[in-house]
């Protein structure tokens, strides 16, 4: 017959390339470590035949000096250090050199810095001046009962974290000691942090995610929970600043009840500054900004007037023609704030892309499992239905595949768990920015305050003025127009010092980014 | 281009002496010809041959997708009982039918239907086929346009189909509504093999087609995910900035692996996979050919035994009637007898072709798996390989910072 020759000659070199696929070493089971050298050796006894379809394009590497095998010296630091951080970089402590405030050189805040920080080893559990440590642990999650009937239906159980913390700095009073806490207390610490240390970049806490808590597992969202409570604490024991404030001191130390003011909520706060809003217009209440309140910017607070006042200002800024007193002059900064805007929309651009990676590699891995399990039921069909040889031959040639396939999409699987942690760091930078965003708006609330109190006390002298004015041209009753003149000069020399306090302020503000 | 299939007939085996009959075919050169919804594409069809039937040792001629369509519903009328080769399908979608991809794969599957049919014992030797390679255009140009839909049958097979159409009807009003089929147990069970099997392949194709898509999304992703980085990148200075714009680099060049091997998978396993499917379809159309000669078995014999009492009836009461009706049993004896000898021969024919055809599929299947593993195990190292050669050069920026 005319093509026997050549379906000889193909059949031929079909089933010699079958020995070679056998030879892959499908069936033999590959654990981890030894995986890779596994495939080598299988592949080095196929590509003997030198007409190996597979043989021009495997480098074999000797297993030493693969870098993918043996990873470099610096990642086996870090996971010697910090073996429950199952992410590959952390972000940095920020405002690392803020506390030698005094002669220092001028470090722009330069991207490489993030970069250093994160590739430095040494951070994480010693800082690199002094051996002294802070190492804080959080375990053993408890379900406790709320004291009183909560008005809240469904409330009444809370979440309480033990936490430990092991210290050599004498401001602790304490080698070891270990605190309850539930996580209200953590975002109330947050909260106050970041009104004592306005302007700083301090790290950001873990969200309160109260919807995820009703999907997952009661277990695994309290070890997520766990997990980034330990990790943010420990981020704040490793700023330099804030591992030494009180209210962390507090926190970590006091038992009982969390001594910290706790924050009331919007509602709240609004509905103080509206009953107060009324007496300030009737000049009952004070209209000055208080001292303690103008270090504080005017959205948390209760004063509804200030509110006002600044918003105000803050329209005559951007659509008023006269430029105000006082404004960003520090072009560098101006400079850096676009740098970091620019930065962050490139992070958010590349965690979306990196999000669409991960999908696609998991599709890749259910498809080519999908793949397999097809074959595998015709594998079965075809073994239950053989009638001839050819047809076992190709079952068995099918199973093999089939294998091979499922196997292929376990790899997948595998590496996009391993995809997924590393670029997990991306998100974590992105979480960042919104610290630096916070930042920033401290100094900028801090500038409007000081603005506002400007232009403020600019239009109460020129009152002043205009009264001082008209009462040397009107005889009239001296009394009631010497009141008001005194009022007034009094309400200026309130101004006045609230005045210097925001200046101040912003001007403290102001150095701490000098500084980075 | 001949794909790497095992269709013999297709190369001139190196070991053959040119005095040895050969006949080889390939389909090449699609064109598009025509303008708007008229379009179509062209293919030259080149023979090399030293068959006597054949005119001289090599001729070239061109042919459009309906000219094999016709070879093929020639064959299929001709030679019942064999397994005619497969047709790639008409494209419905239009705005798919020209695009290169399609009318590659189209090309591949038409040159393998040529083969197939050029390498079958019988099949070989069909005149259609010698039309369909040889004939100048304008005489295929009418042969395919008489072959349209009805007027495809002669009027003898028109009385045919109406007798059968009758019978059935009678069938149903005499209460005998079930078909008449064999009753033989192994035929049942290559019947419903055939049937299960369609669909165990039709899923695994299916799922083929979904990894070719999976390919290229991940390309996609890759290349998004490599400009994205090296944007981030040109925010960074110096070495950081230089690490970023190699990684992009990199991603973007592993995506141009995976749409190569997208294309790949899509030529050498699921295009296989989807042949194996219509495959199984056109063995489907020839269990229904073999249950319609059984019927026609079946019936003749019937009527002719009918016939055979009523001349014996005839006979015995000394009819003048005897002589026609004698004729008129011989012709039908003819005919049942025709009709017995065409359903034997299926039978025949079809256990030879199922041989064949579970021998050549796993062969194709072997060839299709294997060209799979290689392209995944290429393509794995090529990755590794990219990301390999990456580190040290990330080494380098991250102690010089």
Redesign the interface.
Known sequence: ???????G???AH?YA??EE?EN?VIDNPLNDSNSYSNYRSALSSAISDTSH??AP???V?PADS???LSP?P?RDHLYHNSPTESSYFEPPPFGDNVGDVNGVENHSL???NF??FS?SASWSTSSSTDSEYVKITVSNPLKEQEASNSIVPGGGTYVTYLITTRTNVPEFGGVEFSVRRRFRDVVTLSDRLAESYRGLFIPPRPDKSVVESQVMHKQEFVELRRVALEKYLRRLAAHPVIKRSDELKVFLQVQGKLPLATTTDVASRMLDGAVKLPKQLLGESSVVVAPHEVVQPAKGGRDLLRLFKELKQSVANDWGGSRPLVVEEDKEFIERKE?IN??EQ??S??S???E??V???Q??GD??A??GL??I??TK?ENE?A??N??K??AH??K??AT?AVK?SRFYRELNAQTVEHLDTIHEYLGLMLVVHSAFSDRSSALLTVQTLLSELSSLESRAEKLEATSSKVFGPGKSRNRKIEDLKETIRATEDAKNIAIREYQRIKMIYQVL | MIATR?V????Q?P??PSS????SVSVTDPVKLGNGVQAYISYRVITKTNLPEYQGPEKIVIRRYSDFVWLRDRLFEKYKGIFIPPLPEKSAVEKFRFSAEFIEMRRQALDIFVNRIA?H?EL?QSEDLRTFLQADEETMERLRSQETGIFKKKPADLMQIFKDVQSKVSDVVLGKEKPVEESNPEYE??K??IF??EN??A??Q???Y??VK??R??G???S??G???K??G?????S?GKAFSELGTKSETLSVKLQKEAHQLLMNFEEPLKDYVRAVQSIKATIAERANAFRRQCELAETTKLKEINLNKLTLMRSDKVGEAEIEYQELKAESEEATRMFEMIVRLMNEEI?RF??Q???D???A??E???G???LA??I??A??SL??KL?AC?SS?
């Not at chain 1, 017959?1 to 379906?7: L, V």
């Not at chain 2, 013999?8 to 190369?11: A, F, I, K, L, Q």
């Open positions: 017959m005319m093509g026997s020759d050549n379906e000659f193909e059949e079909l390339s079958k696929m892959l379809p597979l394009s495997i480098l590497t693969d870098p993918i470099p610096y330069n991207l490489d970069g250093r590739r740098k620019d930065l490139q992070l651009n590349v979306k892309q990196a669409s990676l999908k696609a590699q599709d890749m498809t080519m999908e793949l097809a074959f039921k015709l069909f239905e009638v001839f050819s047809q031959a190709r040639d099918m093999g595949f091979a292929a | 095992s013999s007939g297709s190369s085996s070991r053959s040895q009959p050969y006949l390498s014992h070989q069970k290559l419903h093999y299960e099997l165990h392949l899923e695994a299916k799922h083929a979904r990894l999976r390919h999304e991940l996609q992703s890759l998004d995910f400009k994205a980085v944007l981030l040109a925010c960074e200075g110096n950081l041989v579970q021998e599929k796993t062969l299947m072997g060839i798996f294997h799979f593993a290689k995944q195990a290429r190292n090529g590794a390989n990301w390999r580190i040290p080494e991250s910072s």
